[in-house]
């Protein structure tokens, strides 16, 4: 496989402070992300940043960095202009990983990037199952339903599809994982879009997609749990994990 893999890393965070530079085990978040992600089959890692500090970070760790606009309204902004400072063509496989999420599994990374290479989509995000109903409901996680295609038809915070049921069995709603891979063409028409209303409501950069009739292909994911630190709660639960490895 031939494919890249784009951290955007911004230093300022509204929760945690320069959250993608916090230590964990002794390295900083951003580094465990970046060395996950070179256990992939991406021939490029790169974190895209706005912040020299990050990017003193990454070169002590070896890691290959680009500065991009501090004005970028999100990760997707930044992880095109990232791509062409790399000078990425139109055809070229773009992963996006978020930069706080130091238990990205290697094989999602390469699971989003082999479906685009076999040529079922130009644009991809994943998925898994919610393991209990207090998950459905928690609306820190994202829920996508999808259609019998498996495109997105929807993505919200609130528990969808409604159901009077607790029961998840019937596999009716999933757990939306924040990791997309694009052909950077995608990439570009994505970033050509202004923002949508339902994005502004939800909070959901992914909906400006389906506002505009991007088609976003959802895979099943089914491996190790993915984390993302957004709180100090969630932070000590990485912490804990990866201390047990």
Do not use: W
Not at 57 to 64: G, S
Not at 133 to 138: G, K, L, R
Request: aromatic residues 6%; neutral net charge.
């Amino acid at each position: 496989m031939s494919f890249n893999v784009v951290i955007p890393a911004r230093l300022n965070s509204s929760r945690l402070e320069e959250k993608v530079l916090i230590e964990i085990n002794g390295i900083p978040m951003v580094i465990h992300v970046a060395q996950r992600a070179s256990l992939s089959g991406a021939k490029n890692v790169v974190i895209a940043t706005d912040d020299k500090k990050i990017a003193e970070v990454a070169r002590h760790y070896n890691f290959k960095s680009v500065i991009t606009n501090k004005n970028h309204l999100s990760g997707t902004d930044r992880c095109l202009e990232a791509s062409e400072i790399i000078k990425c063509d139109g055809q070229d496989i773009i992963v996006n990983v978020q930069a706080d999420e130091p238990l990205i599994d290697p094989a999602l990374i390469d699971l989003l990037a082999k479906n685009i290479i076999d040529g079922q989509s130009e644009y991809v995000t994943a998925c898994s199952e919610f393991k209990s109903y207090n998950e459905f409901v928690n609306p820190n996680n994202v829920k996508v339903v999808l259609d019998n295609s498996s495109h997105a038809l929807y993505f919200s915070r609130s528990p969808i599809p409604y159901s009077s049921s607790t029961d998840l069995s019937n596999n009716y709603t999933y757990h939306h994982l924040g990791i997309y891979a694009y052909r950077l063409n995608a990439l570009k028409k994505f970033c050509s879009f202004s923002i949508s209303n339902l994005e502004r409501i939800e909070k959901l950069e992914q909906l400006r997609a389906l506002s505009n009739n991007l088609r976003l292909k959802v895979v099943l994911y089914d491996g190790k749990p993915i984390i993302g630190v957004d709180t100090l709660k969630d932070l000590n639960l990485v912490r804990a994990m990866i201390s047990k490895k």
